[in-house]
């Protein structure tokens, strides 16, 4: 195992303040999914740790869930972002757009971000810049309600795929 990965038996024995280490990340900048959901500790597994976090985030108020949207970077943008946006863009291709892409992400970044007022948000890995493209076309006309839900579904996709890299189910 690397530094950045541990084992399930060590989420679960964790306290809190280790917990959070470890896990805070899973989340963007949001801490507080992780700290929240110690307490529903031990787990089975990484889909039930994966469940209970995104059952946190349920449980939140709609302005703390705005402020998870709004922690995540705008995909393709050349901005400071954690590690783990960087590999996940990086995966995708997103950080090397020919001009005419980067300029199409920006403006479809910037119609998202002003019809929404959260960043557009999507689980990347595996896909390309294309792929990516084409969801931002097909969501940026979707309702309000609609795409919030959407954009936290993607969050806990993102989640998900952080917590299968980081937790091992065993030595």
């Known amino acids: 195992m690397n530094e950045h990965t541990t ?3 060590a989420v679960n024995d964790a306290d809190e303040e280790r917990f959070v280490d470890l896990l805070g990340g899973v989340y963007e900048e949001s ?4 700290a929240r959901t110690h307490a529903k500790r031990p787990f089975g597994s990484v889909e039930e740790l994966a469940a209970a976090m995104a059952e946190t ?3 939140a108020s709609r302005e703390r869930k705005l402020e998870l949207l709004r922690a995540h970077p705008d995909l393709g943008e050349q901005t400071e972002m954690t590690d783990a946006s960087e590999r996940e863009q990086a995966s995708a291709g997103l950080d090397e757009l020919s001009r005419e892409q980067y300029e199409a992400f ?31 076309e097909e969501r940026v006309e979707h309702a309000e309600a609609e795409e919030f839900r959407t954009a936290l579904e993607e969050v806990h996709e993102i989640a998900r795929l952080r917590l299968e890299e980081r937790v091992r189910a065993s030595e």
């Open 57 to 59: 985030v349920a449980d």
């Open 31 to 34: 801490p507080w999914v992780a």
């Open 106 to 136: 920006e403006e479809l970044n910037a119609r998202y971000r002003e019809k929404f007022g959260f960043p557009f948000v999507m689980a990347v890995t595996g896909a390309s810049p294309d792929d990516i493209r084409a969801a931002m």
């Open 7 to 9: 084992t399930l038996a």
